[in-house]
């Protein structure tokens, strides 16, 4: 099984994945986190081009190339041999941030992104995307707190409430993949609420 963790910056993906990865491996489940960009070595060099502050001169083309560079390195080098071996396998960020950031965000064609998302995953989909969900300022704040700033996360308050509305319409038109979650909560409560999602989607394929 194959679930991304998707969601504006700040929404806290990073701590639910390991939370969801911890409770899964107590129940006896093989798991695996990964995370996007990265998740590879030749992916870590890509990400740390993407995110440099200092890279403010990167054009739009360059980003979106990078991103699909290290995605196409990730599924197949980690994602897709994880999966054979019978893994749960947990992504922080996959395909779907690429349509809301370059896409939404920057307002990019999306018809051609998701070719390109095509192209670098060989049409790989997760089986469940959990989007945390939370106002564009409460995210950016939070990072700003945690002192975890990057390139991206310097883009406008306005780019990253472009981003937000993105992905809640990229949920309601795929509700059968999409699950969002109320991310503007205790750490607890939203995994409570990621744990319930994930049980139902697990025992809906035990019985498929």
């Given at each position: 099984m194959f679930i991304t963790f998707e969601g504006p910056d700040g929404s806290?993906?990073?701590?639910?994945?390991?939370?969801?990865?911890?409770?899964?491996?107590?129940?006896?489940?093989?798991?695996?986190?990964?995370?996007?960009?990265?998740?590879?070595?030749?992916?870590?060099?890509?990400?740390?081009?993407?995110?440099?502050?200092?890279?403010r001169a990167m054009h739009a083309r360059t980003e979106i190339l990078l991103f699909i560079a290290s995605r196409a390195q990730h599924t197949e080098e980690v994602i897709r041999p994880r999966l054979r071996a019978g893994e749960i396998v947990l992504c922080d960020r996959y395909r779907d941030s690429?349509?809301?950031?370059?896409?939404?965000?920057?307002?990019?064609?999306?018809l051609m992104l998701e070719s390109f998302n095509d192209f670098a995953t060989g049409g790989l989909l997760p089986d469940l995307t959990l989007l945390l969900d939370l106002p564009a300022e409460i995210g950016l704040e939070r990072r700003s707190r945690a002192g975890d700033w990057n390139r991206l996360d310097a883009l406008t308050v306005a780019f990253h409430q472009r981003v937000r509305d993105g992905y809640l319409q990229l949920a309601a038109a795929h509700p059968e993949r999409w699950a969002v979650i109320d991310a503007d909560r205790e750490a607890g409560a939203v995994a409570d609420h990621v744990r319930q999602v994930v049980e139902i989607r697990?025992?809906?394929?035990?019985?498929a």
């Open positions: 806290g993906k990073s701590t639910q994945m390991k939370l969801l990865a911890d409770y899964l491996a107590g129940r006896g489940f093989p798991v695996s986190t990964t995370r996007e960009p990265g998740g590879t070595p030749i992916g870590d060099q890509i990400r740390q081009v993407l995110l440099d502050p200092a890279n690429t349509v809301a950031y370059q896409g939404y965000g920057q307002g990019v064609d999306r697990l025992a809906t394929r035990k019985t």
